[in-house]
């Protein structure tokens, strides 16, 4: 193998596939002598393995130096002036046969590496090729010598049309002056002068009427730029009630000549014209400039109709609130005004529409003034059936009640005070099961909110009055599923049960809790029946 270089790098891979792995050759299948592993680490030392390395880390240096040569220095004519360009291509010649003689030194180099490496036990001379170093740097000092010569040409050259420009100028000055007759123009001017006093006199008598004239066409611009006001008041809206401290609408004058075309709007965000606003910021610039449109001279005190079309569309919770706050107070609350030295007030508006898709919104339209009056306000929905829409009076239980507790409370209410007898009131039987276990369920988790295992609430909240809790649980699973007892389906209702169950769970949450139960009582109107108690309804548990 010392002789033979290919035989020692095939022997040299095929030892990586049989050391620890086979016994046989894999190549003629011949065993494997007991001394071959070591008779091959003789030879295949570790100085031999690490010149090796050595070799392949300087081959990799060379190929990223041959990468690196056509870029060792660039030359651009364009960024010189055009007598430097004679220099700039000789140079860029003498560049070009430097780096092919380097790029040749460097497959010299090269060359001689790869066959040490190949031939890693051969002693090889080491033939050392022509440096161009020197040249190289000589090339790139001669660069940076006609680098400062076009520099220095630069600053020389802008004081030359500097001075050139001034001696044009007085030049010209000069003969302008020769050319008007200068002298002649001066007595002129002074003869003029001794005239215009004169007819400053009779501008001032004529002042006064112009004046007055000026002061009316001052009050009709002032009208005009009632559109900046109203920006200012979008802003103060988006600053005061929103908190939008770097949001804000500025207004433009339109000036094309001498007169005023109008006004046109910018939206800024921290002084900045503002681009790709959220849909949430559009929708609030649009009702704060809808807010501030009410207050100019053409609205303010018309009581206008006025419709809002969902004023809080992409907006959070926040600005929920803020938009219902601006709504109230500067459209709903009366507007104050002064009549013969009488402070008076009167409404904003004549009619006032406001649509939403928000329950939360809806929420806090019901606490405006008057909204809940039904000789003021009135509420409707739109329901769509394919493509017809149709408006109708919105359900009482929509209307009524902030959230569906309260509408449950109500019906359990409603079936512990039914007339059996009655036949109207069937529906609230019928549907006793499902409100029921709806109200518990929701009354349950927020009277006990700790999360234990098995816990039955329901026993809890009923206590000793095992058989109460029982019955209740028996009506509220039975009556409020049809899967596994499907024989409830085909008979009568047990209205007794569920009139008592219904009581029974009213005067439990009147023992445990007066003050939630009085204000159950309030949300549904019904505040007066805690002073009478209504006790021929409201069984206790012997009675179950």
């Given amino acids: 193998m010392l002789n033979d270089a290919a035989l020692a790098s095939w022997v040299r891979t095929g030892r990586g596939h049989h050391q620890k792995k086979r016994d046989k050759c894999a190549f003629c299948g011949s065993d494997l002598p007991e001394d071959l592993w070591e008779k091959l680490d003789k030879h295949f030392n570790q100085e031999s393995e690490e010149l090796r390395q050595a070799l392949e880390s300087l081959l990799g240096s060379i190929e990223r130096e041959r990468a690196r040569v056509p870029n060792l220095l660039k030359i651009k004519n364009s960024d010189f002036y055009s007598n430097f360009t004679a220099d700039l291509d000789s140079l860029a010649e003498q560049l070009s046969t430097l780096s092919t003689s380097y790029s040749q030194s460097l497959d010299s180099i090269k060359e001689q590496v790869e066959k040490r490496r190949d031939d890693i036990f051969a002693p090889l001379e080491f033939k050392t090729p022509e440096s161009v170093e020197e040249d190289l740097n000589a090339s790139r000092d001669s660069y940076e010598q006609l680098r400062n010569e076009s520099n220095q040409f630069t600053a020389s050259l802008s004081a030359d049309q500097s001075e050139a420009r001034a001696a044009l100028r007085l030049h010209e000055v000069y003969t302008f002056i020769n050319d008007i007759k200068y002298g002649d123009e001066c007595t002129a001017i002074e003869a003029l002068n001794e005239a215009m006093g004169k007819a400053e006199e009779d501008k001032n008598t004529a002042k006064e009427k112009v004046d007055a004239k000026r002061e009316k066409i001052n009050e009709l611009k002032a009208q005009l730029k009632d559109e900046s006001k109203g920006a200012d008041r979008v802003n103060d809206y988006l600053n005061n009630f929103f908190g939008h401290q770097s949001l804000s609408l500025k207004a433009i004058e339109e000036t094309p000549g001498d ?20 849909e949430g910021e559009c929708s609030l610039i649009a009702f704060c400039y809808f807010m501030a449109k009410l207050e100019d001279i053409e609205t303010k005190g018309n009581q206008p109709i006025i419709w809002i079309d969902d004023p809080i569309s992409s907006l959070d919770a926040n600005h929920i609130f803020f938009v219902y706050s601006l709504i109230n107070a500067k459209i709903v609350s009366p507007e104050k005004y002064e009549d013969g030295g009488e402070l008076k007030e009167r409404d904003r508006f004549k009619q006032l529409f ?108 009923f206590g000793e009055d095992a058989l109460a809790a029982s019955l209740t649980d028996r009506i509220n699973n039975e009556f409020s599923h049809l899967a596994g007892v499907f024989e409830r389906s085909v008979l009568p209702i047990d209205v007794p049960e569920m009139k008592t169950t219904a009581a029974f769970i009213l005067r439990k949450i009147q023992e445990k809790d007066p003050d939630q139960y009085s204000a159950l009582l309030q949300s549904i109107g019904e505040e007066n029946a805690q002073q009478s108690g209504a006790p021929d309804v409201l069984p206790s548990a012997g009675d179950l």
């Fill in 354 to 461: 406001v649509s939403t898709h928000n329950l939360d919104f809806l929420k806090y339209l019901k606490r405006l003034p008057g909204a809940l009056a039904k000789n003021k306000s009135q509420y409707f929905i739109i329901n769509r059936t394919e493509q017809v829409s149709d408006i109708t009076l919105m359900p009482r239980y929509l209307k009524n009640y902030v959230t569906e507790f309260n509408f449950l409370f109500h019906q359990i209410y409603k079936c512990a005070h039914a007339q059996i007898e009655c036949n109207e009131n069937h529906d609230c039987y019928y549907n006793f099961g499902n409100n029921a276990r709806k109200f518990l369920e929701a009354f349950l988790y927020y009277k006990y909110p700790n999360a234990v295992e098995k816990d039955d609430k329901l026993a809890r909240f």
């Fill in 259 to 278: 007169a005023s075309s109008g006004y046109r709007f910018e939206v800024t965000r921290n002084d900045k014209k503002a681009f790709h606003l959220s």
